[in-house]
C-alpha cells in the first residue's frame, strides 16, 4: 500500500520561504519517478517539479530557478524547497508517484498522490 504525507505548507509573505515534504511508505523514493504539482481555485493543475530516477530534475519555467526538488533515499523523503515565493504560487501542493522508473509525462499524472498541503503566499 503506497502512502504519500506531505508536510511544511503555511502561509507566508512574498518574497519568502518554505520547504515541503512528502515522506513515502509502501514505495521507494530512490527507484521512481515522483514530483509536486499544484492547484489553485479557478486553475488548472500544474505540475511543478519532477525527480527523475537517474537523479535528474526537471521545472516548470514558472518557478525555475525558485523551486529546488531533491530527494533523501535514507529517510524515504522527496522535498520541494520553495524560495522568493510569489502570491501565483498559492494553491494547494501535492507529492506524485510514479509506477515507472523514468518520468513520462506531468506529476499530475502519475499513479500516486498524497493528500496536498496548503502554501499561501501575501
Known amino acids: 500500500h503506497v502512502q504519500l504525507v506531505e508536510s511544511g505548507g503555511g502561509s507566508v509573505q512574498a518574497g519568502g520561504s518554505l520547504r515541503l515534504s512528502c515522506a513515502a511508505s509502501g514505495y521507494s523514493v530512490s527507484r521512481n519517478c515522483m514530483g509536486w504539482f499544484r492547484q489553485s481555485p479557478g486553475k488548472e493543475r500544474e505540475g511543478v517539479a519532477r525527480?527523475?530516477?537517474?537523479?535528474?530534475?526537471s521545472y516548470a519555467d514558472s518557478v525555475k530557478g525558485r523551486f529546488t526538488i531533491s530527494k533523501d533515499n535514507a529517510e524515504n523523503t522527496l522535498y520541494l524547497q520553495m524560495n522568493n515565493l510569489k502570491p501565483d504560487d498559492t494553491a494547494v501542493y501535492y507529492c506524485a508517484a510514479d509506477r515507472a522508473w523514468a518520468c513520462s509525462g506531468p506529476p499530475q499524472t502519475y499513479n500516486f498522490r498524497g493528500q496536498g498541503t496548503q502554501v499561501t503566499v501575501s
Open positions: 525527480s527523475h530516477s537517474d537523479g535528474g530534475t
